[in-house]
């Protein structure tokens, strides 16, 4: 094999290409290179810190569920207990207004059996004046005293 004047020309033009592309192309290929990486470097970092911040919002919002369910649970307790107060209220008052209602009956029969008895005592009082002038009116006589006081008796 013959060295000559094409092959060391080819050689020289082969080294000055690697050193070209050593010193020129190369650096650029590189940053290139690195930015690429640093940009995919951060994307992953990025897509972690938003994972996490995923899980830490689904536990929030999950405490924040059983929280509104806790209150949910608290107000319908509430709700059940005021409840049943107006219902204690509500025959509580009922029953105090049929305790009222029950005097108030009492007090007219008792007003009703007073008025009966002044009556009564009032038409017993003029059958007793009626029957003392029958008396006087007859001669007196114990047999026609006990027929006519018999007589009343059964009037009464």
Do not use: C
Not at 24 to 38: D, F, G, N, S
Not at 42 to 49: K, R
Not at 91 to 99: D, I, L, P, S, V
């Amino acid at each position: 094999m013959s060295f000559n004047l094409t092959l060391i020309a080819q050689a020289l033009t082969f080294a000055l290409f690697i050193w070209f592309t050593a010193k020129v192309v190369w650096p650029y290929m590189l940053r290139a290179i690195e930015a690429r990486q640093k940009t995919i470097a951060d994307g992953l970092a990025a897509a972690e810190q938003g994972r996490q911040s995923l899980e830490v919002s689904a536990r929030q919002s999950e405490e924040a569920i059983q929280e509104a369910r806790g209150r949910a649970a608290e107000i319908v307790v509430q709700a059940e207990k005021r409840a049943s107060q107006v219902v204690a209220e509500a025959k509580a008052t009922a029953k105090a207004e049929g305790e009222r209602e029950k005097a108030a009956a009492k007090a007219d029969i008792e007003q009703a059996v007073a008025r009966a008895r002044e009556q009564l005592r009032e038409h017993v009082a003029a059958l007793a004046v009626a029957g003392a002038e029958k008396i006087l009116r007859r001669e007196v006589d114990a047999k026609a005293h006990a027929d006519l006081l018999d007589g009343i008796r059964k009037q009464l």
